[in-house]
């Protein structure tokens, strides 16, 4: 089995940056895609970037290109969320994600992964 966990999250005034990270234990994640998602209060979860296995490919929403930045480190088991002039919309819980299929590429279906963390709160004041 797979655990992450997430961490980085707090608050953040509008235009700040907040870098998260998510560990993974129990089972090597090196070989799996990653995603981040996340989910405000009262709306469903969204997509928000993924990573290919080896880190080659990236992938993100068209709410969060050119400020957020998905990265990993094979060696150390951790995939990072580099979110940069963030606004208040950004205001969700994140979650990291892993697909749980060998050498996959970039996946933004939510229904692919197959382990999830517990999420790090993230709040933008105006």
């Known amino acids: 089995q797979v655990q992450l966990a997430e961490s980085g999250g707090g608050l953040v005034q509008a235009g700040g940056s907040l870098r998260l990270s998510c560990a993974a234990s129990?089972?090597?994640?090196?070989?799996?895609?990653m995603g981040w998602f996340r989910q405000a209060p009262g709306k469903e979860r969204e997509f928000v970037a993924s990573?290919?296995?080896?880190?080659?490919?990236?992938y993100y929403a068209d709410s969060v290109k050119g400020r957020f930045t998905i990265s990993r480190d094979n060696t150390k088991e951790l995939v990072y969320l580099q979110m940069n002039d963030l606004k208040p919309e950004d205001t969700a819980v994140y979650y990291c994600a892993a697909d749980g299929v060998p050498w996959g590429t970039v996946v933004a279906d939510s229904g692919k992964y197959d382990y999830w963390g517990q999420g790090t709160q993230v709040t933008v004041s105006s």
């Open positions: 990573i290919s296995w080896s880190g080659v490919s990236t």
């Open positions: 129990g089972r090597t994640v090196s070989r799996y895609a």
